[in-house]
């Protein structure tokens, strides 16, 4: 866009210092970053935030893994996950496919 030519660079940041990684910004990721921001986007400006709890685990107790660390996961509904697999299939929840499921789903 500001008409600059060679390689771009960004970088991901896991937890530490060390984890940092360079990654080329080619077309493809550039593409699939604006397509995933974008998305994102859409989700918050569409008011979209359904319970995605993901695969049923054990640890630290019996849960779902995306629900792990949250505060509310006592309080949820134990078929969060039956809800969400009633839902996900909603057109209206196609900013929500392309982030969770790298669109391969659309």
Partial sequence: ALGRDGTRTGLYWLTRKDDVLPVALDGELEED???KVGAVL???TEGLFPAVPGSVTSWPRVT???CVYCDFDRVC???RQSEWELIQHDPILK??????NDGSDR
């Fill in 42 to 44: 859409d989700g918050i």
């Fill in 33 to 35: 970053l604006e397509e």
């Fill in 64 to 66: 779902f893994d995306n």
């Fill in 95 to 100: 900013p929500v496919a392309v982030v969770i």
């Fill in 77 to 79: 509904p134990t078929d």
